[in-house]
C-alpha cells in the first residue's frame, strides 16, 4: 500500500495504509534548511530554562514518577545526559528489535525532557522523569530496512498499554489514518496524555496534520524568544498550547559527536509541552489526565490583551508555564471525567462519552478532518521561541519576556484574526 511520510525537524516519520483519499499522493515534509553551526555550549543555550524558573519548579517537582513514551527516531540511552533515564521500549519497526537512535531526532526530544545535562549535554525541563523509547521509521530508515507499516499506530498502542502517563509525538503528518486514529482514540480511552506537534509549514501551506488534529491530542505550537509565535508554526483551530522552540541546540545527527545551532520547530515545543506536564503530573499524582491538562491551559502564559475565555489559532491556550501551575496554584484541576480538549465527558479511565456542555455540543468540528490533506511539521530551523515561562494574569516575579509576551501575542493574533470566543470541538 502506498505510505506517506512526514517530517518534524530533521526525522520524517512512514504514516501506516491511509484511506483512498490519502492515498493519492505521498509527501515529505520540509527538510531542515542549510548545516547549523556547532553549539559549543549547548547548556548556556537553553535560554528558556532559565525563562521558566527551572530552579524554583525543580524544588517542588523534577517530574519524578512520570513516564513518557517517546515515539521518534528511537533514543541514544548512553548519551552522558541521557544515562539511567531511559527504560526498555519498543522497536515498532519490527526490523531488529532495538530502540537505539538511527537519526539523532528522537535522542535530542529525549533531552529536552529527561536530560541530566551530564557531560555538558541538554538539561531536560523534567529530569525526573523517564523515558520509554518507541521506534518508529522515517523515510531513509525505510529504504534500508523493511519495516512495519502499522509503526506508529502499534507504537501508540503499545504505549498505551504500558506505564507510560505521557505520549510525546514530536511529528506528524497530511492525512487521516484509520489505524492511527483508532490507536489514538484507544490510547485516549486509557487515560494517556497525548501531545503532538501542530508542523511547521505555518509560513507555507499550513494545512492541519495529524495525529495533532485528531481530537483526543493535544496539538502543539512553536513560540520564541519575544513572546511570538514561530513564524513556521502552523495555526488553526488545532492548536491548543505552545511552548519555547527557537533558538534551541540539538544533536547534529546520528554520530552523537556535536550539538548544532537551530530551532527545534514544532518538535521541541511538544517535548517541552511533555515535560511541562509530567512536572504537574509529578506534583499532583491523583489527578486524571483531563485535570493535568486542565491546569496547564489555565496556567498557560497569555498576554494582558487576551480576552478570557478566548483561545488564539496560533498559541492555543498560551504558552507553557509548569512554575505558575505547580508554585503559584494558578489553574484549577477540575472534573477529573471532561476532557478540557472536547468539553466531553469521559469515562472512568479517560474514553470519551457524551457531551457535557452546550458549547461542546454546537461548536464547529475542526478542520482538515477524514481525507483532507494536512500539510504537518516539518520541525524548520526558523527563528522565534517564546517563553513558556511566567506571562499571564499574575505578573509578579516573573520574567521580563512574560511582560514582552502581552503585547507580541496580540499583534500575532490580531493580524490572523486568531481568537475565537468558543473554542472548536475538533473531530475527525
Known amino acids: 500500500m502506498s505510505q506517506v511520510r512526514r517530517r518534524f525537524g530533521s526525522y520524517s516519520f512512514r504514516r501506516g495504509p491511509l484511506c483512498a483519499v490519502a492515498m493519492v499522493g505521498a509527501s515529505v515534509i520540509g527538510m531542515l534548511g542549510a548545516a547549523p553551526a556547532v553549539a559549543d555550549d549547548a547548556q548556556s543555550k537553553q535560554w528558556y530554562l532559565d525563562a521558566m524558573r527551572v530552579e524554583e519548579i525543580w524544588k517542588t517537582s523534577t517530574g519524578e514518577g512520570i513516564k513518557i513514551a517517546l515515539i521518534d527516531s528511537g533514543v541514544?540511552?548512553?548519551?552522558?545526559?541521557?544515562?539511567?533515564?531511559?527504560?526498555?521500549?519498543?522497536?515498532?519497526?519490527?526490523?531488529?528489535?532495538?530502540?537505539?537512535?538511527?537519526?539523532?531526532?528522537?535522542?535530542?526530544?529525549?533531552?529536552?525532557?529527561?536530560?541530566?545535562?551530564?557531560?555538558?549535554?541538554?538539561?531536560?525541563?523534567?529530569?525526573?522523569?523517564?523515558?520509554?523509547?518507541?521506534?518508529?521509521?522515517?523515510?531513509?530508515?525505510?529504504?534500508?530496512?523493511?519495516?512495519?507499516?502499522?509503526?506508529?499506530?502499534?507504537?501508540?498502542?503499545?504505549?498505551?498499554?504500558?506505564d507510560a502517563k505521557i505520549i510525546n509525538f514530536s511529528g506528524g503528518g497530511e492525512f487521516v489514518d484509520a489505524a492511527e486514529k483508532e490507536a489514538v482514540e484507544y490510547a485516549h480511552s486509557k487515560g494517556k496524555l497525548l501531545f503532538a506537534a501542530v508542523g511547521n509549514t505555518g509560513d507555507k501551506a499550513n494545512k492541519p496534520g495529524y495525529p495533532a488534529n485528531y481530537p483526543e491530542v493535544v496539538g502543539v505550537a512553536a513560540s520564541d524568544r519575544e513572546g511570538q509565535v514561530a513564524k513556521y508554526s502552523q495555526h488553526g483551530d488545532f492548536v491548543d498550547i505552545a511552548a519555547p522552540a527557537n533558538d534551541i541546540p540539538r544533536w547534529c545527527d546520528e554520530t552523537f559527536t556535536k550539538y548544532c545551532d537551530g530551532d527545534g520547530g514544532t518538535s521541541a515545543a511538544t517535548a517541552l509541552a511533555s515535560a511541562s506536564a509530567a512536572l504537574i503530573w509529578s506534583a499532583n499524582p491523583d489527578w486524571t489526565a483531563n485535570q493535568v491538562l486542565r491546569v496547564m491551559f489555565e496556567s498557560a502564559g497569555r498576554g494582558d490583551d487576551w480576552k478570557p475565555g478566548t483561545v488564539s489559532n496560533y498559541l492555543g491556550h498560551g504558552i507553557v508555564r509548569p512554575n505558575a501551575a505547580i508554585n503559584r496554584g494558578i489553574g484549577k484541576p477540575g472534573d477529573a471525567d471532561v476532557s478540557p480538549l472536547t468539553n466531553e465527558k469521559t469515562t472512568a479511565d479517560g474514553a470519551s462519552g457524551e457531551s457535557s456542555s452546550d458549547d461542546a455540543a454546537s461548536s464547529s468540528p475542526k478542520p482538515g478532518a477524514e481525507g483532507?490533506?494536512?500539510?504537518?511539521?516539518?520541525?524548520?530551523?526558523?527563528?522565534?521561541?517564546?517563553?513558556?515561562?511566567?506571562?499571564?494574569?499574575?505578573?509578579?516575579?516573573?520574567?521580563?519576556?512574560?511582560?514582552?509576551?502581552g503585547g507580541a501575542v496580540v499583534v500575532a493574533v490580531l493580524a490572523g484574526g486568531a481568537f475565537a470566543v468558543v473554542r472548536k470541538r475538533r473531530s475527525a
Open 76 to 162: 541514544n540511552a548512553s548519551t552522558p545526559s541521557l544515562k539511567g533515564q531511559v527504560l526498555k521500549g519498543v522497536d515498532a519497526t519490527e526490523t531488529d528489535g532495538a530502540t537505539d537512535d538511527y537519526d539523532g531526532h528522537g535522542t535530542t526530544m529525549a533531552e529536552l525532557i529527561v536530560g541530566t545535562g551530564a557531560g555538558g549535554g541538554l538539561k531536560g525541563l523534567a529530569p525526573g522523569a523517564r523515558i520509554i523509547p518507541m521506534r518508529v521509521a522515517d523515510a531513509a530508515f525505510e529504504k534500508k530496512h523493511k519495516s512495519d507499516s502499522l509503526d506508529n499506530s502499534n507504537a501508540i498502542r503499545a504505549a498505551a498499554d504500558g
Open 372 to 405: 483532507t490533506d494536512s500539510d504537518s511539521d516539518s520541525d524548520s530551523d526558523s527563528d522565534k521561541d517564546t517563553d513558556a515561562a511566567d506571562a499571564s494574569e499574575d505578573t509578579g516575579g516573573d520574567s521580563q519576556l512574560g511582560l514582552i509576551l
